[in-house]
C-alpha cells in the first residue's frame, strides 16, 4: 500500500475543497502573493509518524513550487519536540494547505501509535492485531495504511475481500449452517468463509459447517480458551468484541490467531503536531 496514488489525490482533493470553499479570504487578505516563507513540523508529544507523504502532497497540489523536506519517514518513532520535516516556498500555498496537511499527518500518527502500542502488547504469542472496518468515510484507504505503518495488519479493505457471515446474516439466512452452506454456493470459491459466533455451541455449527474462520465475539477467557481447543487447528480463530477494554495480551494467550480492534481507527486519538514559521526567514 503506497500514500502516493490516484486514490490519495482523491482524499486530498475532497478535503482541500471542503476546507477552501470559495477561497482561503485570510491568506489572501493579509499575505502578499510573492511572499516567500519557511516552516517546521514538529511533534510536540512521541508516538509514530505517519502521512509525512500525504501532508507533502497537500501542498504539492496547491503548488508545486513547495518544497517538503522530510527529516524522518513513516513508521520512525519520534519524540516530544522532533522535527518532522520543513516546508518552504510562498507563504499563500503553505497557508492555505497548513490545516489540510496537518489534519491528515496528526490522525494517521495516531492511528499508527495506537496500532503500535496494540501489536507491541501481543509480541511472542503469536496472534496479530487487525483493524475492521470502523474507519472514517472516505479515508479507510489512507487509515488502514496508518495501521500497518504502526505494525499491526489489516482485515477486510471493503466487503468485497471476504466472506464475513455475522448476527444478521445468520438471522436472515435462518441458521449458520444455512449461511455457510449458501455463501458456498454464490460466493467467488477463492474466498474464505468467516462466521461470527457467540456461544460454544455456534462454536461447533460453524465448525461442522467448514467455516474457514470463526470469529469468537464478547466472549470472556474462560469460553475464549475452550473455543480454541474445541476448533482444534481446523479453522483459523479471530477475537472480537470492545478489545479496547480488555486485557489484550491474555485475549492473545487464549490460543486466537487474530484479535481485530474496532478502536485503532473509530476512537483514535491524533498526534499532536505543529506547522510553525520560522521569525525571520532568509527565503
Known sequence: MTTHSIHTDQIIRLALAEDIGTGDVTTSSVV??????????????GGIVCGLQVAARVFAMLDDGIRFEAHCNDGDKVEPGQLLAVISGLAQGILTGERVALNFLQRLSGIATKANSYAARVHGTGAVVTDTRKTTPGMRYLEKYAVKTGGASNH??????????????????????EAVKLARKHAPRMLKV???????????????????????????????????????GKALVEASGN????????????????????????SVQALDISLKFMEHPSL
Open 32 to 45: 502578499p502573493g510573492g511572499k516567500t516563507i519557511e516552516g517546521q513540523l514538529k511533534a510536540k508529544e
Open 243 to 266: 478489545m479496547d477494554q480488555r486485557d489484550i495480551r491474555e485475549v492473545a494467550l487464549t490460543g486466537v490467531d487474530m484479535i481485530s480492534v474496532g478502536a485503532l481507527s473509530h
Open 156 to 177: 477486510r479493505m471493503s466487503l468485497a475481500d471476504g466472506i464475513l457471515i455475522k448476527d444478521n446474516h445468520i438471522r436472515a439466512a435462518g441458521s449458520i449452517a
Open 194 to 232: 468467516e462466521v461470527e459466533t457467540e456461544t460454544l455451541d455456534d462454536v461447533r455449527e460453524a465448525l461442522a459447517a467448514g467455516a474457514d474462520i470463526i470469529m469468537l465475539d464478547n466472549m470472556d477467557i474462560a469460553t475464549m480458551t475452550e473455543a480454541v481447543r474445541t476448533i482444534g
